[in-house]
Each structure stands twice: as C-alpha cells, then as structure tokens.
C-alpha cells in the first residue's frame, strides 16, 4: 500500500499548494519577499513539479475498487461533461473580471459571467466530479478528489482575494454574479443571456467534448463508456 501512501501525500501536498499558499495570507508575505513576479515564476514551477508527483503517484497506485458505475451513470456523467468542456472554452475565450488584472464590462457581468464567475474552476470540478464517480477507487478518490477540492475551495479564496485587491470592482461584480452556477439568474439578480456567450465556445466546446468522447480509450487507455 505504499504506493497509496505517495498519492495520497501527493493529493495532499497540491492541495495544501493551491489552498494554503495561493489562498492566504502566506502569500502575501512571499510577495513582500519575492515580488509579484518572483512569486508567480516559483508557484508556477512549484504546480508543475506538483502535478508530475501527483501523476506519477497515479499512476503507481495499486487498484483498491470502492465501487462499480453501472453503464446508465457511465452515460449520465458523459453528458455533464459536455457543460465542462463548454465552461471551460468559454473561460478562455472570455475576459475573467476575477484575474489578477481583470476588468468589468461597463454593462455588468455578461455572458458566462452572468452564469457563474468562475467558469474555468467548475470546468475543472466537473472534470473532477465525473472521473471520480466514474473510477470508483480508492486512487481515483485521492487523485481527482484533490482537484475537485482545490477547484471548489479556490472559488471563495479568489473573491476573497478579489475583494481586497479591488473593492470597488467587487462591489459591482458580487452582486450580480454567483459562486454557484445560475444562482444569480435564479434569484433575480442577473438573467441568462445565452446570445452573449460566443458562437467560438459551442463550436469548439462541443467538438472537444465528442472528440474526448470517442477518442477517449486512443488518448487515456480505457473507454469513456460501455458498449
């Protein structure tokens, strides 16, 4: 059971990266240090390191089954990862008012924004949520888990964040947009503007969803569903 051990002090170690570093007040006192800059270059080689210990603790992680997905859920969580692909599209192709150098439309929150905020870390949940469920083993548990858990926790570090570094943009932004995706539409602070979203993100989100689909035992070695 070594092998369990090192991914779960893997899934451990990226965790406490992204949650205890990047969202505290620790980071704060390495940039004092560091720079801005400075702390950037070493966080981002600090991930990469991370993710190839996590990756290979993967993938020498013996197989303990927790349970079995039968073929019905293996189509149901097929179709949640078409939203995952088109969040995620859509995060890259849009401006994020939540980044380090973000900026607000004059209008307001607008396409994907007025759905949820962090579109690109639900794409990553998502991600994470389906494989999880999918494997059904222990391994699967600490590896997705990990991202799943710095996915979710990353969301309120980033407004906290947010919040302090630009107050007069949060206060624009917090009350328009949600964490959770549709909750601002659903309690009436925003609507759904599906015309916002480019016609790029369902071209490409779609087209990478089908292709991940069908090519997924070439890329990953097993089948993304049972036929």
Known sequence: MLGMVFLGLAAALWVAAHVGIAGTALRGRIVARTGEAGFRIG????????????????????????????????????????????????????????????????????????????????????????????????AGLFFFGAFLATALLGMPSIDRKLAARDPALWARLAPATSIIPFAAILAGRNRLAVGEIPRVVWIIGGLAWAGILIGHAWLFGYPALMF
Request: hydrophobic share 60%; charged share 10%; glycine share 6%.
């Open 43 to 138: 966080y981002s080689l600090l991930s990469v390191l991370l993710i190839l210990l996590l990756v290979q603790a993967w993938g020498a992680a013996p197989v303990v089954p927790l349970w079995f997905a039968p073929d019905w859920l293996r189509w149901l969580l097929a179709l949640v990862m078409l939203p995952a692909f088109l969040l995620f599209v859509a995060s890259v192709a849009t401006p994020n008012p939540t980044a380090v150098a973000g900026k607000l439309d004059e209008a307001g929150p607008r396409g994907v924004q007025r759905i949820t905020r962090h579109p690109m870390l639900w794409a990553f949940a998502l991600w994470a949520l389906v494989h999880l469920i999918g494997k059904g083993t222990l």
